[in-house]
């Protein structure tokens, strides 16, 4: 399984960006999918996960009401539409495939991680 995000950038505080991860393999329906995020000096959080239908989503507390994330089994991507950014969301942010087909926040049950994509938000 290979992961490729995008959709990062440079964005004002206020704005908005959208996240794509597409991945290759014919498994990507059969399982969960998370966004997570590193900032320089900081330890890797999670920001959202969706189950393997997109019946169940699970948000950090810090983006609920501005972030959503979405999967198209059809096209085996998953999004992260980003809203009302703020300074403190500047990191770069990764995809990555759980191992189960549930929602969960913990990185230690996800198998598969793409690259990342760097996003930041000036004031």
């Known amino acids: 399984v290979q992961l490729q995000a995008s959709g990062g950038g440079l964005v004002q505080a206020g704005g908005s960006l959208r996240l794509s991860c597409t991945a290759s393999g014919l498994s990507f329906r059969r399982y969960g999918m998370g966004w997570f995020r590193q900032a320089p000096g900081k330890e890797r959080e999670f920001v959202a996960g969706?189950?393997?239908?997109?019946?169940?989503?699970s948000y950090a507390d810090s983006v609920v009401g501005r972030f959503t994330i979405s999967r198209d089994n059809a096209k085996n991507t998953v999004y992260l539409q980003m809203t009302s950014l703020k300074p403190e969301d500047t990191a770069t942010y990764y995809c990555?495939?759980?191992?189960?087909?549930?929602?969960?926040?913990?990185?230690?049950?996800?198998?598969?991680w793409g690259r990342g994509t760097q996003v930041t938000v000036s004031s």
């Open positions: 990555a495939q759980n191992r189960w087909p549930g929602a969960g926040s913990d990185a230690q049950t996800y198998a598969y």
């Open positions: 969706i189950a393997w239908r997109g019946s169940s989503t």
